[in-house]
């Protein structure tokens, strides 16, 4: 039974640059899964349901998504759950840690614009990781770069083999649909958001193609996929379950076309939960003894309840209700009432999930990223990096009333991996630093409208935010004495040198020979 339950999950998560049709893709995958009934437009202001994946207020205001989000639904024998990962680039680092719950990957590139730099970053966290990729190509409803343009530059601009497994039939408003080269059908497009369109069984070498597509597209269509299986290796499994070949599809999120071909492609050759590895052994996910990580925590999903959402991906054995587990840093044991689910804003309290799963366990305050749950091993997952941000503002109370709503807010945002936060030793101000702009303005809206409090930035110019450490206690002493207006100390009371400038961070580095500098948290 654990075996079978663990074989039939499918844990992936779908990124892509922003715009490219993401968020519409997953929309699509759960009106498959029988988990919406319509399918909302994210953008358009006339439609007031917006997509069912983006739920906090700001990305609702800006259709972008900020947050990962988790759904699972069942299609076919599986159980698929999916993580919508943020596609702006100010909010990498959560895509990042994300990417270590997941067994494989789908990429989803805009067919006009091609690969963009967010898609390569991403890509290279995969390739580190090993992890499988599957590549959608979008919009083909919409004028598109030549297909085999398009293999190229992904190619080239992913660092990875790829192999068409549906081929485009034009694009833009001459757009006719896609051939399947993995099932061997022909799929007519018909513009419509609601409805799924029409399959055709054809043979391509009769006239019955050129009725279907008209004579100058058939043969041209017959002449490509002679050129793909000559150019192309026929596509082999194994090949891509290692991470060495991606399978590419054509079509329209928005017009649910090509993403049925997609899924059910996807159910069948992407893997199962992997073995994940642990700083002291490789954990085997049919192991019988329950293990898991948390990567993700998010507060207030549910605005009338102050609390947080610990997100665990189940690495081995099977969870259970109200069974007492190890929680490895704390070195004590918990239970939980009520682990969820979640189809977007709809959670389900769960009795039992396997490998392979993500649960969400209610948080006050237990949890911190990289968190190990066990049956009572010492265990450490590791691979959940915070990275040296590039942007810095002091951050300052607005209402001297809401002293303690802003010291609550910021330490739950915190622990939520939104920013980092740095305390300056020298005027114990508060500096909160991050990978991009949009993140302060994310802060500022959620202190507002989640924590009732108002903060004000302050401009602080710095260079980078590196730890330190050195096995030299005097030298390590002098350097702080030295810079005594820039150390920090981190959450975890580790210090942080706050350099204002390249030169003077390279000069540190000189001048201060057995001090290390380190460019992430994990070391």
Known sequence: MANQEIERRRTFAIVAHPDAGKTSLTEKF?????????????KSNKIKKTATSDWMDIEKQRGISVTTSVMEFDYKDYKVNILDTPGHQDFAEDTYRTLTAVDSVIIVVDGAKGVETQTRKLMEVCRMRNTPVIIFVNKMDREAKDPFDLMDELEE???????????PIESGPRFKGVYNLYEHNLNLFQPSKQVVTEKVEVDIHTEELDNRIGRDLADRLRGELELIEGVYPDFDVDSYLKGEVAPVFFGSALNNFGVEELLNTFVEIAPSPRPVKAEERTVMPDEPKFTGFIFKITANIDPNHRSCIAF?????????????????????????????????QRK???????????????????????????????????????????MFKYIENADPMKQ??????????MDEGVAQLFVNQFNGRKIIGTVGQLQFEVIQYRLEHEYNARCRWEPVSLYKACWIESDDPAELDAFKKRKYQYMAKDREGRDVFLADSGYVLQMAQMDFKHIKFHFTSEF
């Not at 109200?322 to 929680?327: E, F, K, L, R």
């Not at 392979?356 to 997952?381: A, S, V």
């Not at 303690?404 to 945002?413: H, S």
């Open 30 to 42: 759960l009106l498959f899964g029988g988990q919406i009934q319509v399918a909302g437009a994210v």
């Open 157 to 167: 601009e992913l660092v990875i083999q790829v192999r068409p497994l549906t081929w």
């Open 312 to 344: 665990c991906k189940v690495c081995s054995g099977k969870f259970s209700r109200n069974v007492p587990y190890y929680h490895v840093r704390h070195d004590k044991t918990l239970r939980f009432s009520s682990p969820t689910q979640f189809m977007a």
């Open 348 to 390: 389900t309290t769960v009795d039992e999930a396997w490998a392979g799963d993500i649960i969400g366990l209610p948080d006050n305050g237990t949890f911190k990223i990289g968190d190990t749950l066990t049956e009572g091993e010492h265990l450490h997952f590791r691979g959940l990096p915070s990275f040296s941000p590039e």
């Open 404 to 413: 303690k709503q802003l010291a609550k807010g910021i330490d739950q945002l």
